[in-house]
């Protein structure tokens, strides 16, 4: 019956609202582990969290946290935010009221309370950031330190506890710390604490900060290799005072801990100074192998293993008498033979890594075997230079200050903070500038990363690492500075960053396209790191480089150091990337110097971003010289390239062909003859009404090679590739339909130079000079 159906219907609506009510009840009250919302205005904005959160441990970045495939450098640094905010359901700074659970980095998050004022605040890097380096450097504030400044000591909890929490020092609400990551999400934990604060009389942390950090290790760029050197009778021992010597010990495994300490401090600094440049967290590698740990003293206890950096221990064959020889000593007033030591290592270090074309060594190498020779007041068995050449780029240093340094991060902040004056009975005072143990390991820590960044290719720059800026090294890792005895003054109150020594903008500039700093999201490069420079008319030179213009460094008449550049770091509005085409005017360039230089003469040095180089010694001479400008035979204008090879062949004369068809309408040309052997003898131009014109002579193999165009397609001649050195190795030539002829001649001889002219310009004929063979090669092009 109607009645009893909507009786029924009636029933069941009741059932329902009854369900949907104690559902509501149960969450109120907390059944479901969340914490009942309070109306309380302390606790207006606070979190709250499910049971059935996901543990930190495991927590993925959401998607709005950039990932590898969308991640972009930070340009600038931004504090925490001072609430916290949501993130995968997890708060970031908290304090936690006593009789409550605090949160674990190990296992499920508890409820939060409020944000304590004295939670610290992370400015160096923001949550769930990706890094690519170990050992991280952080830097933050407790509070506001404009209106209360504090003193204590911040805690470093690690991921699952997998590394041992550290303690740093907390100066004037100021803390600086490294922390130990492991490959994949590290869930961190930073406690304050301090005397003149209150807590809440627990083991729980009063004043706590959570973050996320990503550790994508980096294995497709080629590692900093570090190598221990000793001769082949050493002891295998360094300087040190007794006390020292007593208390840590001098042997090998001793200076093998200390050199990668130093090592991952080289990488910590580097990779934050990488990012205050604004080109993201780079930073070179090592090569890693499982061995026990040595970042914290307690791995050594413990017989914890670890994936820590290699030293390679290599043996000289100089006895330890022939390495400390006087004659050798670079610091030796009277040595006649300063640079033999970089000679002896590269030596050993080709034989031990057996280097093979095409696969570059970078290695950072310690000569264990240094030594304060109290009589002739030097250090023996030391040299403290970089560079190389080829297959290998090595830097050197001695052990003279090793005994300073570090052995785990532990130590990182006693060794800044150690006066201890050095004893010049047993160890060096190293260019009086290492009076006290903190000092000696500035100039040792230093002084090595200096070397280290002129085997990455940095010259000497107006400040910086690369100046002698390294002195302060200390103030990367500490807020507040001892004693100094090289400035015999007490060292600052407060280190903040802009107190710190850096990497000049020049050396972040060459180390963002080096091989060795090359991120998962960076696009692969063309091979042809050559450029080439154009000029051309109206005063302006046209720079062109297959993988792009990195900067330009201006200098001027006398100037060995550069102090003013053009850098391309925002790429071109075409493609994106780094501008593959630049103009330069002698305006522009002078428009960025002093008043009282313009006047001097320009010299420019062009990089590419594939790491080549070209440099220009006169830049108005270049402009104005009537060598680079050619008259063709119908009256317009041609413009010679930078000529490639030495032309310094016995009997070398310049050539020159002005190819018939840049002027001529009606001639066509169907094929290139190329004579050659081991080098380029020549080159003949064919046409279809069965002339030619020959470049160079006709030597080599008989008869040559030939390469025929698709006439028939519209396919015609659009550059040449390049082998040369000091003369022209090979040759390979390039078509508007995009096809190769392959190198004739010798493929590997020399290096690589890609000649297309310029956007607007063609090819009109060709300049240079030859001898026996091709000995200099150039393009000569016109609009």
Known sequence: MPFFKELRRRKTGLKLDKSQDSSTDSNSNGSNGTVPPSKSSSTLNSVYVSSTTTPPSSIQPHQSTPNLAKSQPATTMTSMPQRPMPLSGVSNRSSYIQGLSAPSINGTITPKMPVSVFAPRIVSVSDNSWVHQKVLLVYGQIGEPSEKMLDGTLTVSHHQDNFPATVWPVNDSYFKALVHLTPGPNRLRFDFSSPKVASNNSSLPTHSTCMSINFLPLTNSPPLQLVILLGKDSPGTFDAVPERKQREGNDLDTAIRKFRMAAYLWQAFTGEQMFRHSFGRRCFRFEEEWQTGSLTFRDKEVGQMRNEAKVHVIRSDKTVKELRDLDIAQQGDNATRKGELYAIAMEAVKAHFKSVQGQKQYISLLLLDSHWDTKAKTITGHAALGGGSGEVQLAIFGSQALQSYPTSIEEVVPTFSDCTRTNTDFVAN??????????????????????????????????????????????????????????????????????????????????????????????????????QIWPADNGKVIITAPTGIAFVEIFTNGDDICHAWIEYCN?????????????????????????????????????????????????????????????????????????????????SQPEQVILETAHIQTKLLTSIKLYHGFALDGMEFCYEDSTSQLFGNRGGSPGGSEFNFDTRRGEILLGFYLRAGLWIDGIEILTSLGRRSGVYGNPTGGSGHTLIPPRGYSIAGVSGSCGQWVDGFSLIITR
């Not at 820590?445 to 400040?463: D, K, M, N, W, Y």
């Not at 594939?610 to 108005?620: K, L, Y």
């Open 571 to 651: 790429g071109d509005a075409q493609s994106g990337g780094p501008p593959r085409q630049i103009v330069l005017t002698e305006s522009d360039l002078k428009a960025r110097l002093p008043e009282d230089t313009k006047a001097k003469k320009l010299r420019i040095k062009v990089h590419s971003v594939g790491q080549g180089s070209q440099e220009v010694e006169d830049f108005a001479l270049l402009v104005k010289s009537k060598t680079s400008a050619v008259k063709l035979p119908n009256g317009q204008s041609g413009f010679k390239g930078c000529k490639l090879g030495e032309s310094r062949q016995e009997g």
């Open 430 to 531: 190293d260019c009086n500038e290492s009076g006290s143990n903190w000092e000696a390991a500035n100039i040792g820590i230093g002084a090595h990363l200096h070397e280290t960044g002129h085997l990455f290719g940095c010259p000497h720059q107006e400040s910086g690492i690369m100046l002698r800026d390294y002195v302060r090294f200390n103030r990367t890792f500490l807020c507040r500075e001892p004693y100094s005895t090289r400035t015999k003054s007490p060292g600052l109150r407060l280190c903040l960053p802009k107190d710190e020594c850096g990497w000049h903008r020049l050396d972040a500039l060459r180390f963002k396209n080096h091989p060795c700093f090359r991120l998962p999201t960076d696009a692969p490069l063309n091979p042809d790191e050559s450029l």
